[in-house]
């Protein structure tokens, strides 16, 4: 039997349980000890016991989103190599993950080897194709409205407001996934 000790330590925080127990099980076989949480704060409790090396952490959650998490971890271990998830993919929160100390960003549904892998990149994809088409003008739109959130740090009244928008209308929109292209 593996020491527990021995092998790295890997925080998962996602506030869909099916999708964390399924996660956690994957990490376990492949060896990683695997500590669970459901939201940023129990996240935080979890990682100030025991600062991870590896971290997987789930954007959107009930109260403060994954961002805020990724902000702390690293502040608490600069070294802690973190994936953010995400079923709202969007560039805004893309660039800010990345700025913030997350390793790289996947949208949902990614498995554990794609989040592996994820772990391993330390630098950019000159080769990645460039998409020939440009963005409709519903995925312009989502980007838009990420871009004015993340600037009004979330405040969906401060960001309807900027955006001349009705506060009911913008939170159908950010209800909703994102249009693909």
Not at 1 to 25: C, G, I, N, Y
Not at 56 to 74: A, N, R, T
Request: charged share 30%; aromatic share 4%; glycine share 4%.
């Amino acid at each position: 039997m593996t020491d527990h000790d021995d092998r790295p330590s890997l925080l998962l925080v996602d506030d869909d349980a099916t999708f964390r127990a399924v996660l956690a099980e994957a990490f376990e076989k492949r060896g990683y000890a695997v500590r669970v949480a459901h939201d940023v704060p129990s996240g935080l409790a979890v990682a100030a016991q025991d600062p991870p090396e590896y971290a997987v952490i789930d954007l959107k959650m009930p109260g403060p989103s994954g961002l805020e998490l990724v902000q702390k971890l690293k502040q608490l271990d600069e070294n802690t190599r973190i994936v953010m998830l995400t079923g709202y993919a969007s560039i805004t929160t893309a660039v800010e993950a990345i700025k913030l100390g997350a390793t790289h960003y996947l949208a949902k549904p990614a498995d554990a080897d794609e989040i592996l892998a994820a772990f391993q990149r330390t630098e950019g994809d000159a080769a990645l194709p460039v998409e020939p088409r440009p963005l409709s003008v519903a995925r312009l739109e989502w980007e838009h409205i990420q871009k004015v959130l993340s600037e009004c740090q979330g405040n969906i009244s401060e960001t309807a407001r900027r955006l001349g928008m009705h506060r009911r209308t913008l939170q159908r929109k950010l209800a909703k996934r994102p249009v693909r292209h």
